[in-house]
Structure formats: C-alpha cells, structure tokens
C-alpha cells in the first residue's frame, strides 16, 4: 500500500502563493519507491478532476497541465518521500481541492491512470 497525506492548502489572494507537500509512505512505496512517479491533480466544484502536474523518481522528468506552466513547479525530496507544488501566481480559477497521486509513470498519471491518491487539500483564491 501507498499513503498519501497532503497538507499545505489554504486561502490566499489572487497573485499570492502556496507550497503543498504530499509525504509518501507504506510498505509498497518504501520498498521500491523508484517505481512511482508522483502527481498532483484538482478538482474544482462542479467540475471533473484534471491534471496539473507529475514527476518522475529522480526528478529529472517533469510535466504540467497547459493552465499552470510558468505558475508552479513541481519538486520532490526522495530523502523524505515528499513531493512539492510550489504555486505562484495564484487565480481564482485555481480555487480546488487539489489531491496528491502515485502511479507508474508521467504519461500515465497525466492521462488519470494512478495507483494511489490522498485525502486531498482545499486551495481558495480570492479575487
């Protein structure tokens, strides 16, 4: 099993910023934690869950939904088994609950195919 637990959300103006971190752990992921990629994906009200972002294990691989690039990065410190969205930028339309995922690649994270997803954590951006 993997453990996601998500923490960082919060309410900020527009133009403002936010740091989510997901820790990661369970026996699956501990054991072989090379084989999962890490992602982030949210879901406003109303609407159907949509990609953001996804790393790979060492970091070096990176992808982003159109609407956040040049926004926010997408980091992971695989000494503490946590990964990273640093928001910059901030809009209203970024108000979701964004939720933190584990799966076997970037392309399969991005096209929703993941094995393992957190709680997830409430963003409110004001105008």
């Known amino acids: 099993q993997v453990q996601l637990v998500e923490s960082g959300g919060g309410l900020v103006q527009a133009g403002g910023s936010l740091r989510l971190s997901c820790a990661a752990s369970?026996?699956?992921?501990?054991?072989?934690?090379?084989?999962?990629?890490l992602g982030w994906f949210h879901q406003a009200p109303g609407k159907e869950r949509e990609f953001v972002a996804a790393i790979n294990w060492s970091g070096g691989s990176t992808d982003y939904a159109d609407s956040v690039k040049g926004r926010f990065t997408i980091s992971r410190d695989n000494a503490k088994n946590t990964v990273y969205l640093q928001m910059n930028s901030l809009k209203p339309e970024d108000t979701a609950v964004y939720y933190c995922?584990?799966?076997?690649?970037?392309?399969?994270?991005?096209?929703?195919?993941?094995?393992?997803w957190g709680q997830g954590t409430q963003v409110t951006v004001s105008s």
């Open positions: 995922v584990a799966g076997s690649t970037i392309t399969t994270i991005k096209r929703g195919t993941y094995d393992y």
């Open positions: 369970g026996r699956t992921f501990s054991t072989y934690p090379m084989a999962w990629s």
